[in-house]
């Protein structure tokens, strides 16, 4: 008769070994997986507060929405010296965000959403409420 242990891992080898030939279709994690955080040439991986990933082109480093994020995120979580980068926003916000960006927004827009962008950060970290009833802020739409 096989032991318990013996047989868990003997199915590990076969799950391993049955993963590795057959080609696999990738679905949006909900979960962040430190050790996947690679990304194609010419982009770069970034989290959100709730595990959302985001690989964005490198040339949206050019942006000051993005250069201003990343200074967030230095100044509340510290450089990841060994981890991925993790943005002081939650996922809605940040496809917001990479949306404007993608469709090439004006300099006055993205001064505007920095400007708010502040002055959520500033209250948020003051501890007083953001905002009341659950209002809604639109700042730019299509």
């Known amino acids: 008769m096989i032991s318990a242990k013996r047989l868990t891992e003997m199915a590990r080898k076969w799950q391993k070994l049955a993963a590795g030939k057959r080609k696999r279709i990738s679905y949006p994690r ?6 996947s955080s690679a990304a ?8 959100s507060i709730d595990h959302k990933r985001f690989v964005v082109p490198l040339k ?3 942006t000051n929405i993005f250069r201003e994020l990343l ?9 990841p010296s060994n ?4 943005l002081p926003c939650d996922g809605v916000f940040l496809e ?7 469709e ?22 003051s501890s007083l409420p953001l905002r009341k009833n659950n209002e809604r802020i639109i700042i730019y739409g299509f």
């Open 30 to 35: 909900n979960e962040v997986d430190l050790h």
């Open 40 to 47: 194609n040439k010419g982009h770069f991986v970034v989290y």
């Open 60 to 62: 949206y480093l050019s």
């Open 71 to 79: 200074k967030w995120s230095e100044e509340e979580f510290g450089l």
């Open 83 to 86: 981890g991925p980068i993790t």
């Open 96 to 102: 917001y965000v990479i949306s404007l960006v993608q």
């Open 104 to 125: 090439c927004i004006p300099e006055d827009v993205e001064k505007a959403l920095i400007t708010f962008m502040t002055a959520c950060h500033n209250e948020a970290s």
